[in-house]
């Protein structure tokens, strides 16, 4: 960790746009990287995705979330409006390129390419997470005790064959879990659910809302600077450098690192760089002081939806809906994953349930981008993370760092670059 009183007014200067997981990880390794760094964000953190997501941390996922054999799936998921992926008409026609390359990323050979990237970017997200925080901090706020998948069905689906097949294939473990294990490990489970998969290398956190406070605590007690505001346009100027021209203000700088993410095509678009970038609205609904102990988190997978343990509760959430940046949330599909969570545990009880939309930035392949911009010097890429943003944020934050700076990469940068699109 650099010392804040060693940078001065003459390091080098670094502008982060978005104060999410992936920005917060980005500022803080430049900033102990020895660079002066200004985070600009509208929202205190924290904020968008960071603050609403599952809490799953999936160091042990190689799984994207296009596969083979969804292709057939979509039609019957279009119509319903309630399901695990639905489209809002009126936005189809918009959607229609993103959905064409989500099937195409769907590949059996599209899936292994990604899954090695995912490996790759995944495998240290824990240690990584540990470097940013601390080791006390770390403790605090996660657990490494696993996650459970499980189905309602004894037969494994085509794709759970190639889910099994992927772990097997990068050695990680899971164990399966019979109906006896599935009753041990969760009092009250629904006599439906009949097959279960520990992955014991994957974990969560315990607050999202407080892990990301603490980073941007973290952020300038080390010497950064946080300007709550909103990015309405990045503008090269001569001489390499850049202005961010802001709501309120205009602030120059050597290099931006644009890490905003569903927003951030926008501040692309006046640049010429078009990235299929799409945002995959996500709810969840908060169950505080619930009548079950969760041990573990759990993904329904015949259903498409996760619980997480967190000590404000336990947040129920998942499905995808596009529908853009500006419609309305659509809250029914929130109290839909209530249902679920009821179903799953037909005694639950909580307090009044809280319910949250969120806008996950996805590109068709669910990987980031994270590097420089084609054609454009100083200006750094690292949005996109999908469904794996509390996971992939913090080694992509690093990578995006050590690239900025001109070191050598933690990891081969190539399948997360821009230009792959």
């Known amino acids: 960790m650099s010392d804040p009183k060693m940078r001065d007014a003459a390091s080098p200067h670094a502008i982060v746009v978005g104060g999410g997981v992936a920005g917060l990880s980005a500022a803080l390794n430049l900033l102990r990287l020895g660079q002066a760094v200004t985070l600009i964000d509208p929202l205190p953190s924290p904020g968008g995705a960071s603050f609403g997501n599952a809490g799953l941390v999936s160091a042990d996922t190689v799984v994207p979330v296009a596969l083979p054999g969804m292709l057939r799936k979509v039609p019957g998921w279009l119509n319903d409006p309630l399901g695990p992926l639905s489209v809002r008409p009126a936005y189809l026609p918009k959607a229609m390129p993103w959905l064409m390359k989500w099937v195409r990323a769907g590949r059996l050979e599209r899936v292994q390419e990604i899954a090695k990237a995912m490996r790759a970017l995944h ?4 240690q990584d997470w540990k470097g940013l925080l601390g080791e006390a901090t770390f403790r605090d706020l996660f657990r490494q005790n696993g996650q459970v998948q499980m189905w309602d069905s004894a037969t494994e689906t085509t794709t759970g064959r190639i889910e099994r097949g992927l772990r097997e294939a990068y050695g990680i473990r899971s164990e399966e ?5 599935l009753r041990q490990m969760f009092p009250g489970l629904a006599r439906d659910v009949v097959r279960g998969v520990l992955i014991p290398g994957n974990g969560h956190i315990v607050s999202p809302p407080r892990l990301v406070r603490t980073m941007a605590e973290l952020f300038r007690a080390e010497g950064g600077t946080v300007l709550a505001e909103r990015a309405l346009k990045l503008i090269p100027e001569e001489g390499g450098r850049w202005m961010v021209f802001t709501n309120i203000g205009n602030h120059r700088t050597d290099k931006v690192i644009l890490a905003g993410g569903a927003w951030s095509g926008q501040l692309l678009e006046p640049l010429g760089i078009r ?9 969840h609904v908060m169950l505080a002081n619930p009548s ?5 988190p ?15 509760g336990i947040r129920v959430a998942g499905t995808v809906e596009i529908a853009g940046l500006e419609a309305a949330p659509d809250e029914r599909r929130a109290k839909i994953l209530h249902e679920h969570a009821k179903r799953l545990f037909p005694d639950l009880q909580s307090e009044e349930p809280a319910f949250w939309m969120g806008h996950r930035p996805s590109f068709p392949d669910s990987l980031p981008v994270v590097g420089p911009a084609p054609g454009h010097p100083g200006l750094f890429l690292c949005f996109g993370h999908s469904h794996f943003g509390m996971t992939g944020g913090p080694p992509a934050g690093k990578l995006v760092a050590l690239l ?16 792959r699109f």
């Open 292 to 296: 079950i102990d969760l041990r573990y």
């Open 404 to 419: 900025a700076t001109g070191r050598p990469p933690s990891i081969d940068p190539a399948p997360y670059s821009p230009a």
């Open 123 to 126: 495998i240290n997200a824990f």
């Open 298 to 312: 759990i993904l329904h997978k015949s259903r498409s939806f996760g619980m997480t343990p967190m000590e404000h």
């Open 275 to 283: 990235v299929p970038l799409e945002t995959e609205r996500g709810y």
């Open 177 to 181: 879990l019979s109906t006896d294990d």
